[in-house]
């Protein structure tokens, strides 16, 4: 039905938008509006979308509603406020007037508040962006969330020779059972494989070129002690590097570093840094046969690479059957979840990402942070990234993966909210808290200065956010 939103990753990133962005900012400024009306804060108007005004659609209790030009969420004007500080008292008395005319008795400002109500209305805002995400998060539970039900396994080689080659079995097959029974990981799978005591064994396998699964059965003459062998497996190799001049290809095994066995990542990686700038002799298989490679790890690889320029995965070798395997990824049913069920994954959802938001200074001050995770981005490079989502989301029929991004979207921009920065929510909180402790408020125009000069700022490095998104597009981190 919406494959024509495969076709372009602008008509995608269009639809991401008015389906992730503007929602949210909307709620956001429904959170602000119904704080407003319980605490007793005077709204003379409710926008959809940003000035110019198209048209006033109607008022209701004192409110204007209105339907404005630019399509970024809403906004609420409170009496005495624009939509960046306080007005003065001649501004103020106007809108007090205006207030009057239609038919509000006491109309109050946000700066005549109880402070208490001021801290209401200003991160209610944020607060609605929370409930949203709840709800999404329970929703996405409620549809289904994938459940493991079991692991496959690559074929990297099938030996000539072998039964299984001779059933057909060939590499880059993925199999996903052995007679009808799921397994863990290639350590299980070669264990059925012994399990089944010279038997015939039947695969249920996918292969690249094949759009359904289909089955092989093949000869087992494999009996004893199950044999498995692990290595690191190349995964990819980058261009120009020391692995890619020495002739390493993805799918080749490490067998051994200066004739020490690596059966590990970790055992290759830390031989490896024992001879940074140094010439080693590497011991790899492939297709059946191992070979010595020769070349020199670098101490100071470039970005994004490793001393070697490999990409290292998990294999096994094994040598009784004539098979090389790794794991791939695991097999997943959706499970739609109980409303008690849906609820607590929810919690726990929003409690995984708020961590995660929390750990981010840590892993700064440690320099352990990965740059692209750290990245800011703007309301363009938030439409690239939904419009990933969006066709992920329609090629595997899972309406759940753009579910997803709605919800992180809306917790993160309610987080944003709450920072405390000038021109932002949590920047005006900040300057409730600080009349609360000195007994007294802080002059109004000295406040719409600060937040005037945040707003400054914020908007000159969202146009260099902006710049640095249309020149490195967020899909190509993610494709």
């Known amino acids: ?76 004007r409170p009496l005495g406020e624009d ?26 400002s946000v700066n005549e508040a109880k402070p208490l109500a001021r801290i209401i209305f200003m991160a209610a805002g944020a607060f609605a962006n929370f409930v949203t995400a709840f709800a999404i998060f329970v929703l996405i539970a409620l549809i289904g969330i994938p459940e493991v039900i079991g692991g496959r396994v690559n074929v990297l080689y099938v030996d000539p020779d072998s039964t299984f080659a001779a059933a057909g079995l060939q590499p880059n097959d993925v199999i996903e059972d052995v007679n009808g029974r799921y397994f863990g990981n290639y350590d299980e799978f070669v264990g059925l494989l ?122 096994t070798l094994a040598p009784e059957a004539g098979l090389a395997l790794e794991n791939a990824i695991p097999q997943r049913v959706i499970q739609p979840q109980p409303l008690g069920a849906a609820v607590q994954y929810s919690v726990d959802r929003i409690g995984q990402v708020f961590n995660t938001i929390a750990s981010i200074p840590g892993q700064i001050i440690g320099g352990t942070a990965d740059p692209d995770s750290l990245r800011l981005t703007s309301p363009l490079g938030i439409s690239q990234a939904g419009a990933v989502f969006l066709q992920e989301s329609i090629v595997q029929d899972q309406p759940t993966i753009m579910l997803e991004f709605v919800a992180l979207i809306s917790l993160a921009l309610g987080w944003t909210n709450l920072l405390p920065i000038p021109a932002l929510d949590g920047g005006r909180i900040l300057f409730v808290l600080l009349e609360i402790v000195r007994g007294r408020p802080i002059a109004p125009e000295r406040e719409g200065v600060v937040h005037l000069i945040g707003l400054v700022l914020l908007l000159s490095l969202m146009v260099v956010v902006l710049l640095n998104d249309i020149a490195n597009p967020l899909t190509n981190l993610l494709r």
């Open 1 to 76: 039905m919406f494959d024509f939103l495969l076709e372009s990753d602008a008509l995608s990133a269009i639809v991401a938008f008015i389906v992730v962005l503007i929602p949210a900012v909307l709620v956001h400024e429904i959170g602000h509006f119904l704080a407003a009306k319980a605490v007793g804060i005077t709204i003379l108007e409710f926008g959809i979308g940003l000035p110019p005004r198209i048209f006033k659609m109607f008022t209701w209790r004192g409110t204007d509603y209105t339907l404005n030009w630019l399509p970024l969420g809403g906004f609420v």
């Open 83 to 108: 939509m960046v500080r306080q007005l003065g008292d001649e501004a103020l008395d106007q809108d007090r007037s205006e207030a009057e005319m239609r038919g509000i008795s006491k109309a109050v």
């Open 194 to 315: 012994y399990a089944a005591n010279g038997e015939d064994v039947t695969f249920t396998v996918r292969r690249i070129d094949v759009d359904e699964p289909f089955t092989i059965t093949a000869a087992s003459d494999l009996t004893g002690e199950v044999q498995v062998v692990p290595h690191p497996a190349i995964g990819d190799v980058a261009e120009g590097s020391p692995a890619a001049r020495a002739g390493l290809q993805a799918g080749d095994l490490v067998v051994a570093l200066n004739d020490e066995p690596t059966e590990t990542y970790e055992e290759l990686q830390a031989l490896t840094r024992q001879h940074l700038d140094e010439e080693i002799n590497l011991t790899i298989w492939r297709e059946g046969q191992e070979q010595v490679v020769t070349l020199t790890p670098r101490s100071s690889p470039p970005s994004g690479q490793g001393a070697m320029g490999i990409i290292i995965g998990a294999a």
